[in-house]
């Protein structure tokens, strides 16, 4: 009732309203909303103006206010630290008005604590503040200008030649596939192992589209011991497995897209809707490669084959538009409206605000660049599975309709694959011979 008996009366001084205040301010939510509805009309109105006096004041006047009362309540030593407070706050104040521009303000400001700077701001000027803020919403800007030259240029520029160095050495790393980078050509040449394998950037191309060129003796997975196995694993399953995997892990991804970035990126709205696509056809592809390696079906190999390719390529474009979007991260924490404007993508700006932007990269970096090494085993698995339909016998090149042609007694029938000695051997005696008719069988003798 003491409150209700406070709430009747409309003017109250200020010390009255600060007790009111500390009362409604120690009950709950409920109990405040009931006590401000028993108020009358006039005492609610004089309570929101004098909380709005109070928002709109400074607390370093209300402290100052208050400083004889806490003098007198506190000891020596307390005492003079107040005092010392209130002195250094006062020449910080003096030399904050006499500053020649509102760079040397930032400067003072800065050197402060974030109590001591609020306190301060509030009991400058309106024109000051004002003043202030512009200044620092214009130092910003020109930061991010100068972060975005500094960090998005040069990494857009030098970005597609770092990704094939970095792959290149990760894959030389892991013997996964021996690659090296193409020597300088000022440089001495250089080749211990004797392996003629490089890969190399196309100059002149800017879309961001990377070829490698590899050559050599060896394939993925395979050497001149094991050469008709990936991982430890026959070629054929390892195709089989391969598509069934790309099915399933196609099936998988759609079903989480937030947790298939740190493998397979969609960071940016392109490579999202890029991804999509690819992984939604990745059901119908990987049951194709898997039937292909069953069934030994030399289409279905080679579409599953088409696909791992498009994939490949896919995934490099993902790097050329996920990666600038990661190495600004920050950008959206500290500016959300200038990064959407920049890059415009939703996933990194939900990533910026919950401050993770450091473990997304690290796992993004780590886990993607592993899950394209053991897409691209299953990628030369299944175009060295490709080789051996087109490496035939020479026992089913022969044509079964007629004689094989060992016995012909005539010069100048087509050679075939049966009789290639033959008629290499009476070719170069009717050669010599200049026209000169002798049987095979009788040259022999």
């Given at each position: ?13 200020s ?10 301010r ?116 020109a ?42 050509p ?28 590899v ?41 989480h ?12 709205d ?43 390529l ?20 500290d ?48 175009q ?29 029938s ?32």
């Open positions: 009732m003491g409150i209700v008996d406070y709430h009747r009366r409309v003017e109250l001084p010390e009255e309203m600060e007790a009111i205040l500390r009362r409604l120690a009950m709950s939510a409920e109990e405040r909303r009931g006590a401000l509805a028993a108020m009358p009309e006039g005492t609610r109105k004089e309570l929101m103006r004098h909380l709005k006096q109070e928002a709109g004041g400074s607390r370093l006047r209300q402290l100052l206010s208050h400083l004889p009362e806490l003098l007198d309540s506190a000891d020596e030593q307390k005492r003079h630290e107040l005092m010392q407070g209130v002195r250094m706050l006062e020449s910080v104040t003096a030399q904050v008005l006499a500053a020649p521009d509102m760079a040397s303000v930032v400067k003072i400001l800065r050197e402060l604590t974030p109590q001591q700077r609020h306190a301060i701001v509030e009991s400058l000027p309106g024109e000051t503040q004002e003043a202030l803020t512009a200044h620092l919403r214009a130092e910003k800007a930061q991010a200008a100068q972060l975005g030259t500094k960090v998005y240029a040069p990494a857009q520029q030098s970005l597609l030649p770092a990704l094939c160095r970095m792959l290149c050495i990760f894959f030389e790393a892991f013997a996964l596939l021996p690659l090296r980078l193409s020597p300088d000022a440089a001495p040449a250089s080749d211990p192992k004797g392996e003629d394998c490089r890969c190399r950037i196309l100059s002149g191309i800017r879309v961001g589209f990377v070829a490698f060129e050559t050599g003796s060896q394939w993925l997975g395979g050497s001149t011991a094991h050469g008709l196995y990936v991982l430890g694993i026959p070629v054929r399953s390892a195709v089989f497995l391969g598509g069934l995997g790309c099915a399933l892990h196609g099936l998988f991804l759609l079903h897209p937030e947790d298939r970035r740190i493998f397979v990126g969609g960071y940016s392109w490579s999202m809707a890029m991804i999509d696509l690819l992984e939604l056809s990745a059901m119908l592809w990987g049951l194709l490669g898997a039937l292909g390696a069953f069934y030994m079906k030399e289409g279905f190999l080679r579409s599953f084959y088409y696909y791992e390719a498009a994939r490949i896919a995934w490099f474009a993902m790097y050329v538009l996920d990666v600038p979007l990661l190495l600004n991260c920050e950008l959206g924490r500016d959300p409206n200038a990064f959407m404007a920049r890059y415009g993508g939703q996933a990194v700006l939900k990533i910026a605000a919950e401050g993770t932007c450091d473990e997304e990269r690290s796992a993004f970096y780590v886990l993607s660049l592993l899950s394209l090494a053991f897409f691209c085993q299953f990628f030369f698995a299944t060295r599975l490709l080789l051996d339909f087109a490496d035939d016998p020479r026992y089913l090149l022969m044509s079964k309709e007629g004689p094989t042609g060992v016995f012909q007694q005539q010069l100048g087509v050679p075939t694959v049966a009789t290639p000695l033959v008629t290499s051997d009476a070719s170069r005696s009717g050669s010599a011979t200049s026209g000169s008719r002798q049987m095979p069988l009788e040259s022999l003798a």
